[in-house]
């Protein structure tokens, strides 16, 4: 399905037998473009495809029995929803069909990755390492000029209400605490991962970002989180939250 509407070379059938179905979205050339209208496309002669793991997302598409655009349930630059609750909440009042697929298990967006002329380039880290692409298909490029063609670039993104201060040994008065690590219990403390695991961390993220924006604090503090592996994807979208990329 996804090759009748994308032109996948080698590099593409590597990544897509490894981790397909899954958290890997591969930004190919249009291969018809009588199939994805221009809408979808962002008006580009690119197209992003992924295949999800999900049983729910699945049967959706294999009962449509062809590819579905699918956004993401959260309004231009807002934090994921990660729950079926945040998702309704986030823009629930504009659909007129839902479906609770339960909370997230990864809970971070997908690796997006460019197979356009050139090497491969990281155009958004995920839920998929660097060095699990690295292994099959060689070194990754940054993102250079194909940023545009992935969605989660916008230097403030992912963002709460209230402004995110990084790299926080512990919160100031009035703020809320995203921890990680042991860290002391406290009313505005969110700990991602008590036991300083990355993967418990990501599928944390958005939710406890969420769930400290509602306290209306005045600012919320984010302990430092470790950049290998999986943490890159994390401060990737800690550093949009913020409001810069650095």
Same mark, same amino acid.
């Given at each position: 399905?996804?090759?009748?509407?994308?032109?996948?070379?080698?590099?593409?059938?590597?990544?897509?037998?490894?981790?397909?179905?899954?958290?890997?979205?591969?930004?190919?050339?249009?291969?018809?473009?009588?199939?994805?209208?221009?809408?979808?496309?962002?008006?580009?002669?690119?197209?992003?495809?992924?295949?999800?793991?999900?049983?729910?997302?699945?049967?959706?598409?294999?009962?449509?029995?062809?590819?579905?655009?699918?956004?993401?349930?959260?309004?231009?630059?807002?934090?994921?929803?990660?729950?079926?609750?945040?998702?309704?909440?986030?823009?629930?009042?504009?659909?007129?069909?839902?479906?609770?697929?339960?909370?997230?298990?990864?809970?971070?967006?997908?690796?997006?990755?460019?197979?356009?002329?050139?090497?491969?380039?990281?155009?958004?880290?995920?839920?998929?390492?660097?060095?699990?692409?690295?292994?099959?298909?060689?070194?990754?490029?940054?993102?250079?000029?194909?940023?545009?063609?992935?969605?989660? !670039?916008? +230097?403030?993104?992912? @963002? *709460? #209400? =209230?402004?995110?201060?990084?790299?926080?040994?512990?919160?100031?008065? /009035? $703020? &809320?605490?995203?921890?990680?690590?042991?860290?002391?219990?406290?009313?505005?403390?969110?700990?991602?991962?008590?036991?300083?695991?990355?993967?418990?961390?990501?599928?944390?993220?958005?939710?406890?970002? !969420?769930? +400290?924006?509602?306290? @209306? *604090? #005045? =600012?919320?503090?984010?302990?430092?989180?470790?950049?290998?592996?999986? /943490? $890159? &994807?994390?401060?990737?979208?800690?550093?949009?939250?913020?409001?810069?990329?650095?």
């Amino acid at each position: 399905m996804a090759s009748r509407i994308a032109r996948l070379d080698d590099r593409a059938l590597r990544l897509t037998e490894a981790f397909w179905p899954g958290p890997l979205t591969l930004v190919a050339p249009i291969a018809d473009a009588s199939l994805v209208c221009d809408l979808a496309r962002a008006g580009l002669d690119t197209v992003a495809v992924r295949a999800p793991a999900h049983l729910i997302a699945q049967s959706v598409i294999g009962a449509l029995g062809r590819p579905l655009v699918a956004p993401s349930a959260n309004r231009s630059g807002r934090p994921s929803p990660t729950t079926f609750a945040d998702a309704v909440a986030e823009t629930g009042a504009s659909a007129k069909v839902t479906l609770d697929g339960g909370d997230c298990a990864i809970g971070l967006e997908s690796t997006v990755i460019s197979l356009l002329d050139g090497p491969p380039r990281l155009l958004r880290p995920g839920a998929v390492t660097r060095s699990q692409i690295e292994a099959l298909i060689g070194p990754l490029a940054e993102a250079g000029a194909d940023a545009a063609r992935s969605p989660g !670039r916008l +230097a403030r993104h992912y @963002a *709460p #209400s =209230a402004p995110v201060r990084l790299h926080a040994v512990a919160p100031a008065p /009035g $703020e &809320a605490f995203l921890a990680f690590g042991p860290t002391p219990d406290g009313p505005m403390t969110f700990n991602l991962s008590p036991a300083g695991d990355l993967r418990e961390a990501a599928a944390r993220l958005f939710s406890a970002l !969420r769930a +400290a924006d509602a306290l @209306a *604090p #005045s =600012a919320i503090a984010v302990a430092p989180i470790p950049d290998a592996g999986l /943490g $890159e &994807a994390i401060n990737d979208r800690l550093r949009r939250a913020a409001g810069y990329v650095g």
